[in-house]
């Protein structure tokens, strides 16, 4: 299947990437994240394609059962509509030159940031920015050294971090569990620091014996100064490892793991000559200039979390799983 290019400027459009119609890691990292906002689009991670034509469809307004990822008539006249009503098929020139003249009439003004598709409200990162934090880093604050290793047990917290290998045994089965049976062993997290989300201090869908854990984390992140630089966290989702259905669950289904801005810290594979691009260093930060910093991944590592960016061969920087490596 070949995906017309007005088709890829639609799923970035309603993404919140810039609608040039060219494919690259921005683009799929913002579609990947819409398409995890959205229930009703399930895809396999690795089909390109059919994630571009599920976002479309999706932004489209077609109805759930009709969001297949597949390019058909209906599609093509759902899409082509939504394109138009968006001034999506006009020169890139004219188009922004519209754009602006309704940004200054402020009438009927919306930003790309905050694109509303047939009436549903996108929930994608519109709801705050990114930040960076002010002032230098701090690693160290009275007695805790983020920097030496060791980790933090909170309150009510667990002593030890489980393993791979007896995860199931000390969160459940999720796959067992089902996402009903899952839910179950969820809680919700309240009057949390920050300003992420809705700024509403809320967290849901969060495994009971992780919550004292995340709590502690932004606290931290709070006492170390970087917490404005956390504005979006998702959490729970019942889903296959990188949305395909032959992998195992993710541990997003345990409600164990979190991600964290997403649009800023993308997900992708280095080629074994670009493996050099470890965390934090000028590579790094020319990769990810608005990436998550030292502090707040530390803050994370102080209570126990595994970080996604410390993995060579798949860098996950917007992930964190409350799951230890080794031992
Ligand atoms: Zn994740």
Redesign the pocket.
């Known amino acids: 299947m070949r995906v017309p290019k007005f088709v890829l400027k639609a799923a970035q459009y309603a993404a919140g990437v810039d609608a040039d119609g060219l494919w690259g890691p921005k683009t799929l990292a913002a579609l990947r994240q819409y398409d995890m906002e959205h229930d009703e689009i399930k895809i396999a991670m690795g089909d390109k394609d059919k994630l571009i034509v599920s976002v479309a469809q999706h932004a489209a307004g077609m109805p759930k059962r009709k969001i297949d990822g597949i390019y058909g008539p209906a599609t093509e006249k759902a899409v082509k509509d939504y394109v138009a009503e968006q001034g999506l098929d006009e020169d890139k020139a004219g188009a922004r030159a519209r754009a602006r003249a309704k940004t200054q009439s402020g009438s009927g003004a919306r930003s790309r940031a905050t694109a509303v598709s047939k009436g549903k409200a996108r929930t994608a990162s519109g709801w705050a920015t990114w930040q960076p934090h002010e002032g230098p880093d701090i690693y160290e604050i009275d007695d805790i050294d983020l920097r030496d290793g060791t980790i933090i047990t909170p309150k009510r917290g667990m002593d030890e971090i489980p393993t791979r290998r007896i995860m199931k045994q000390v969160y459940g089965d999720a796959l067992a569990l089902g996402e009903s049976g899952i839910k179950k062993r969820l809680v919700s997290l309240r009057d949390l620091p920050g300003r992420f989300n809705k700024g509403e201090g809320k967290l849901y869908g969060v495994h009971k014996l992780a919550a004292p854990h995340l709590r502690l984390a932004l606290q931290l992140c709070e006492q170390f100064g970087v917490i404005d630089e956390i504005y979006r966290i998702g959490t729970f989702n019942y889903r296959h490892m990188r949305h395909d259905k032959s992998r195992p669950l ?3 289904s345990y409600g164990i ?3 964290m801005n997403p649009r800023e810290n993308f997900a992708w594979s280095p080629k074994p000559n670009q493996r050099k691009v470890n965390p934090f260093t000028k590579a790094w930060q020319k990769k990810y200039p608005r990436g998550l910093s030292e502090v707040v991944v530390l803050c994370f590592k102080k209570v126990g979390y595994a970080w ?1 960016g410390d993995w060579p061969s798949f860098r ?1 920087p ?2 964190f ?1 409350l799951v230890a490596r080794r031992r």
Do not use: R
């Open positions: 993710s541990y997003h793991a979190l991600d996604g996950d917007m992930h799983e």
